[in-house]
């Protein structure tokens, strides 16, 4: 059944047919595969809005929660841009897809929109022209979605330049323009099959009550767009509006706050064809999104899956201590505690400086070591003590390994940070330890190193030109009898450990790598951080080389 056929006049009909919304979990190939091989009771799956050209977006932090079930987000339409989405929706095609398709797709011309509906069309099933965007940077987005004569030009512009298109185009609008059912009416009369509807309520400012500073990074002084529960009523009076505006023949694809049964019938009655969930699956584990969309569908308990916590509130530290190590690596002490364990991990957050993700090396006193990197940590490093910063989390989930007599720990770069907290946990299981630490270069005592030699025996490898070195120590009599091997440290570095160890006879499921892939949300909403169909900021950082095999993981 194609798209239309199954959407035109669903309303009337009341089945619910579930999507995902364009921004939210099925932002990369991995997690489109994953929502259309595991869950099945969602029936269309909606891409990031892709552009011509690649978008970095905003940087972090990128979304709030004020209050549980409520979020801010200021994205920044971030996306891989033409080419690299096009490979990706051609090799998921190419492997079939159950799930109905729904391109979105962003511009800040006619000109650009007609060239993205001319290269996507052939792989869509939807084509979802993102008219509503409320952060976007001029010329996109809600600049062009507010503007009735606008946006009608637009679409009939795009018909003209493209009469074959076989994918219906649906305009997906702001409920912030105030004209909603004459824009509405007028992309319809002007050749679109539909309308989306609501993108997120806003901009509005939030700021954190600790500093009374501004959370979101962005352009517009820390505002950004609503969603969630509080977008709800928005949401369904905006689709009233629109049905009546256009009548019943346009398809109207419905989201904006659901998270129930009673929300997804509700959204139908209002005249939508099928109910977009967003903002509510970043409260619900990845094992439980069949489980979930099934009960909304079917008139199940959703509630028994969705998180009643608040995950993004945020935690003032004094610094204490800060000590440098070369020019690039800093370790600090701040005040407070934290109960991490391996596989676990926080954000540190600085007003107006920005966020990242941090493995926390110490729980007491809360240490972190940092390595200059990027923007946010070139800035980091001016931090001294006395100064206040802030966390989040604890996101991801403690380790899950096979207790062992022995173990050896590896690690490179600032992975060396997550050592002190599985050696930790070993020691409390009397595992004894060889720990093995490579650096660039041997000058003085490594950061962690008192911390690491309570645990066991510890090594430093210096690289002297080849990095990564410290593998070549790892020999078939250290990983000989009832022994484990943990690596922390970038990718490849990982991966080539596990493959020295399986080359000398190792088992896979006794090689434990830490994939600390890049998150920007840590709630399991921005889908960034997906690793072989598995999410770390949800699930925990650690997984078996035998695992991460099996699912193809791309370290």
Known sequence: MDARTLLKGNHKRGEILTATVSGVLTTKEEMIRLFDDDVPSVDIITTKSFQVIPTPGNREPVVCSPSPGNFGNSVGLRNPGMEE?????????????????????????????????????????????????????????????????????????????????????????????????????????????????????????????????PILNNRLGGKGGASGEWVKEDALRCIKIIRDAVGDDPIILGMGGVSSHQDAVNMLSAGADSVGVGSALSRVMPSDYEAFFHALKTGGDTSFYLSADNAMEYTPHTVLTREMHGDDVMVITVTGKVSCSPGEFVFIWVPGMGEKPFSVAVNEPLTFLIKKRGIFTSAFFGIKPGDTIYTRGLYGRPMVYEKTARALLIGGGTGAAVLPLIAEKLSEDGTVMDIRVGVVHKDGKDPLEDVLSSYGHYTSVADDGKPGRVLDTITEADLSGDTALYVVGPGKMMEKAAMRAEELGFPAERIYLSMEKNTMCGIGMCGECVCGGHLPCKEGTFFTWKTLKENNAEL
Do not use: M, Q
């Open 85 to 213: 989405a096009l490979k990706e929706l051609e090799r998921l095609r190419k492997k079939g897809l159950r799930a109905v398709l729904n391109v979105s797709l962003a511009a800040d011309s006619p000109e650009n929109f007609i060239t993205l509906v001319k290269a996507f069309d052939p792989l869509a099933d939807i084509l979802e022209l993102n008219f509503s965007c409320p952060h976007a940077a001029a010329g996109f987005g809600a600049s062009i979605g507010s503007d009735k004569a606008t946006a009608a030009d637009y679409v009939r512009r795009i018909n003209e330049a493209y009469p074959e298109r076989k994918s219906p185009l649906i305009i997906k609008l702001t409920p912030n323009a105030e004209d909603l059912a004459g824009i509405a009416k007028a992309v319809i009369d002007a050749g679109a099959d539909g309308i989306a509807a609501i993108n997120t309520v806003g901009p509005k400012l939030y700021t954190e009550p600790h500093s009374g500073a």
